[in-house]
């Protein structure tokens, strides 16, 4: 039995979709789960429109995501030569042609086929002519000799049998009249020699892959199984777009969602396993399989990756979220301060607190960052006569407390509330104010205590507050 064998093969035409990384995804946990091999073929043959930085984005999207795969990433623009060899071949054993057609011939069929409102199908004119007929001044495509009569079954291992009529395939163009191959002949010839055993991708793929089929057949290749995963769409039921802003991975990292939290989501949506909804990495490897996977496209819930990314700032080691933290305030806020580092890091059991991205610790975090407190205009009106006097009072009280807790604090937060005829919020939300530049933060106990003395001192006799 062949060792498994799967592929992930992006153009670098553009960011790495979302949909995109789940299916590298699921492809890299069969393979594992399998004991098997993963690798990234990079689909750049065209050369207009494929871009160094997407190849290196999608590289550092996968990685980024925890998907790793084996060896050196297969370039097909290298390979191009062996694809017009096959496609050669296939001329020679009869199941390719040379098509003559102009380019004026052809828009006139797909403008009859618009007119009719019926898909455009080739109408086989040179497949059966002969090559003294050709005109001299027109540079032929060579096109495969699809099969005409019958029906063809794709034994998916996702979807079921799915079967087709043979008549619905059109003569695809597998080489241009410039010599390049096409999409169908590449993937094919790069599957074959790559000893792909599974191919497992998005189910607008179906009709590719009856093509392919045709070709392995043509050429007398053992097939590889295939997968077809429905696609991802919105939240509204439409189909997830390049162009919407949840769509790659920058998007979600930018706002702080851990890779963790993210691969568990994309692992979540559209495959399931029990009831269970939260895996290890293990665990992921250890029960992916392809009979979990539904045949309904899934939508993409921004809600349900924050609930998930939250669970994750909840139970992650606090070393590696303060790691993941750190690195995300170093890409895409200000570096953190290495004096203010312990400061954070012994804060994050509070500052982490309703948090669901490492935006909202960031935010949480901004008054122990910040070397001078930036009052929010509306909240510093609030700092009237009443509340600069318990301000007053709390720091006269404050220089006599030895060590910062929440039972060295409590007392003169009751003895203020008592003196000044108010409540809680009259004495919290002052301090607040003055020690963070908004009434909204974690709790005043948490505030003082990550600041220390000398700081909270220094911050209750700013000026501003005078």
Known sequence: MKKVATRFAPSPTG??????????????????NQKGNFYL???????????????????????WIGVNYDGEEYIQSKKIEDHIKVANELLKNGHAYKCYCSNEEIEEQKKRARQKKIPYIYDRKWRDKKETDAPKDIKPVIRFKSK???????????????????????????????????????????????NMTHIIRGDD???????????????????????????????????????????????YSKIGIMPDALRN???????????????????????????????????????????MNEHYIKNIDEKDLFDQFTEYCKLYKNEINSDKK??????????????????????????????????????????????KKVISD????????????????????????????TNFKGVGQPLRIALTGSKFGPGIYDIIISLGKEEVTKRLTNKKLC
């Open 265 to 307: 989501y994309l692992l979540r949506l559209g495959w399931s396993y029990k009831d269970k909804e939260i895996f290890t990495l293990d665990e992921s490897i250890k029960y992916f399989n392809l009979e979990g996977i539904g045949k309904s496209p899934s939508k993409l819930d921004m809600s349900r990756i924050l609930s």
């Open 342 to 387: 312990d400061m954070i890091k012994k804060s994050l059991i509070f500052l982490k607190n309703k948090a669901k991205t490492l935006e909202d610790i960031f935010n949480n975090a901004q008054y122990i960052m910040v070397d001078e407190v930036n009052f929010e205009q509306n909240d510093i009106k609030l700092i009237d006569n009443k509340a």
């Open 15 to 32: 960011a790495l979709h979302i949909g995109g990384v789940r299916t590298a995804l699921f492809n890299w946990l069969y393979s594992k």
């Open 148 to 194: 005409i009569d019958g029906t063809s079954v794709l034994k998916d291992l996702v979807q079921g049998n799915v079967e087709i009529d043979n008549n619905t395939i059109e003569d695809f163009i597998i080489l241009r009249n410039d010599g390049t191959p096409t999409y169908n002949l590449s993937a094919s010839v790069d599957d074959h020699q790559m």
């Open 394 to 421: 709390f720091n006269n009280q404050f220089g006599s407390v030895d060590k910062l807790s929440k039972e060295t604090l409590e007392p003169i937060v009751n003895k203020l509330i008592k003196s000044n005829d």
């Open 205 to 251: 793929h179906k009709i590719n892959t009856f093509k392919q089929i045709q070709i392995y057949q043509a050429m007398k290749w053992e097939l590889p199984s295939f997968a077809h995963i429905p696609l991802i769409h919105t939240i509204e039921g439409k189909k997830l777009s390049k162009r919407d802003k949840t769509s790659t991975l920058d998007d």
């Open 41 to 63: 073929r990079i689909e750049d043959t065209d050369k207009e429109r494929s871009k160094e930085k997407y190849k290196n984005q999608i590289i550092k999207s996968l990685k």
